[in-house]
Nanobody, 122 residues
Framework: VQLVESGGALVQAGGSLRLSCAASRYTASRYCMGWFRQAPGKESEGIALIENYGETHYADSVKGRFTISKDIAGNTAYLQMNNLQTDDTAMYYC??????????????????RGQGTQVTVS
């Protein structure tokens, strides 16, 4: 499984960004996909998960502001991020795993991940 993130940028507080995760063939239809982030000096944090059949789960820190989705035909996952805050500054990673439950925290240990994309909120 190959995952390539894009869309990270410098944005002002209150702004929005959409991250994309281009995945290898069949990943979006056959795998759970999620996003986790890591800020300097902090542990990785699983923030969003979309199960094989589309059910979504979020960390409390982003619930109501971030939305995860996937385009099965395009083999791409997305993370729409609204009302960004300075605490959201981090490297954001896309990850995938064949099976998962509903716990967002486990996204950090998914066996497949991308190289990350930087989000900086000023």
């Amino acid at each position: 499984v190959q995952l390539v993130e894009s869309g990270g940028a410098l944005v002002q507080a209150g702004g929005s960004l959409r991250l994309s995760c281009a995945a290898s063939r069949y990943t979006a239809s056959r795998y759970c996909m999620g996003w986790f982030r890591q800020a300097p000096g902090k542990e990785s944090e699983g923030i969003a998960l979309i199960e094989n059949y589309g059910e979504t789960h979020y960390a409390d820190s982003v619930k109501g502001r971030f939305t995860i989705s996937k385009d099965i035909a395009g083999n791409t996952a997305y993370l729409q991020m609204n009302n960004l805050q300075t605490d959201d500054t981090a490297m954001y990673y896309c990850a995938a795993e064949k099976r998962c439950g509903s716990a967002v925290v486990v996204v950090t240990v998914f066996g497949n991940r991308g190289q990350g994309t930087q989000v900086t909120v000023s």
